[in-house]
């Protein structure tokens, strides 16, 4: 009898540690490392996305021709994968009306989306870009347009929303990512950037983007409600911040950067160009909300093609605000016509606390009647809160070399304690004190990436 139960007992006591060994070695078992990029498998990415299509992030991503995520259609990029654009193909990511972007980086593992040449040859316009539509607003006359008058393909690129825009449109969510020698030319003066948003709406989250040496624009913004936060263009060819077709979304914390050297060669490369070069339909001009932007210029002995900070054009209007303007290749801020310096003076657009230098000037008139003169506009402005510096250094940033690139304040510059928010800026906007992108936190660290030519794809 006693050797019944001391068998039993032994037999429970076998199972109970089997149990736990299988258990433990479930739990225990130890999380496979990522592979490094130059190990991952490379998958082809290509054609329609009409459904829910995730990627992984152990894998690398080949865009090849125009790949579009079509209405009803979602792309889901987790955190640190990598997509490279083919360049035979001049590949596109082409986000559709209704369509649905969630790709998400974070400040440690940011989504690379770069070139597919090798280290040491990647180029400015390597692969096309990315696009993304909306349906919100748009000032064409029936509310809707097609990217660069449909030089894509009649299908592709449709936005706007018609007669009846939706304002909180949500195309999805873009987070935490670098886009790299991207955007290229299709036909003259038609042109991918390298992140470019068609009537987006405010319902879609844009922040911590870096878009670096772009083959056109950085950004460009066509209509929409969108806004957006910590956006860095570096070393792009054209302009950096592109506004038109009656953009009327926010923007705070950007970045521009200019290289002496990468310019366009078939226009004039600045900071923003802020030109609605269409027809102005049911009153919607464009109008972008800025504030806490940095613009590093190029210096006055860059490439001739690149011209000034900021180019105040034909039937927009902005407010600029709180930001650094210097080391333009001309002027830090230029009127092309009457218009802009007619809606600036009547309260329509405005220029805010914001410090300047320019090479040759800090302001430019061309063919504007609203200002008898420069001394008449720079007066205007300094009532407004704008101010002037003696040169780059005088701006009191820790180093404006685009190689090593620091926009932090140092405790001596006069960017400290001028910022304001009223009016426009009164809400929505985090309240700083500094005036330019950053003050004493680098928000770029982690994330952002100075050397994309020579880093391990």
Partial sequence: MKFIKTTKWFAYLIIATSLTIVSCSDSDKPTPPTPEPGDREQVVLEGKISNAKVLDANKTYLLKGYVQVMDGGTLEIPA?????????????????????????G???????????????????????????????????????AQYESGVLGASVANYGGGATPILDDNSGELSYARIEFAGNAIQTDKEINGLTLCAVGSGTKVHHIQVSY???????????TVNATHLIAYRGTDDDFDFDQGYTGSIQYGISIKDPIIADGAGTSRGIELENK?????????????SNFTFIGPGKESNSKHGAGI????SSRMVLANSIIVGAKTYAVEFNSDF??????????ILSNNMIFGNDGNFSLKDVTSFANVDAVTTFLNDLGVFSVASVDAAGLNNTGIATIDLLLKSTSP???KAKYEGDLASGFVKETFIGAMGATDWTKGWASWTPKTNKY
Avoid at 217 to 224: A, R, Y
Avoid at 278 to 290: K, M, Q
Avoid at 340 to 349: H, I, Q, T
């Fill in 80 to 104: 640190g994968t990598i997509i490279k654009g083919e360049k035979a193909s001049k590949a596109a990511l082409i986000v559709e009306r209704g369509g649905k972007i969630k790709a998400n």
């Fill in 106 to 144: 974070t400040a440690t593992n940011p989504i690379v989306f770069t070139s597919d040449q090798a280290d040491g040859s990647r180029k400015e316009g390597d692969w096309a870009g990315i696009i993304i539509c909306g349906k919100s607003k748009v000032n064409s006359a029936d509310g809707t």
């Fill in 214 to 224: 772009g083959g056109d624009d950085s950004f460009e913004f066509f209509g929409g």
């Fill in 278 to 290: 269409g027809a102005v339909a049911n009153n919607l001009y464009t109008r972008p909300v800025l």
């Fill in 311 to 314: 180019h105040f054009g034909l």
């Fill in 340 to 349: 802009p310096a007619a809606e600036l003076k009547a309260g329509r657009s």
């Fill in 415 to 417: 960017a400290l304690n």
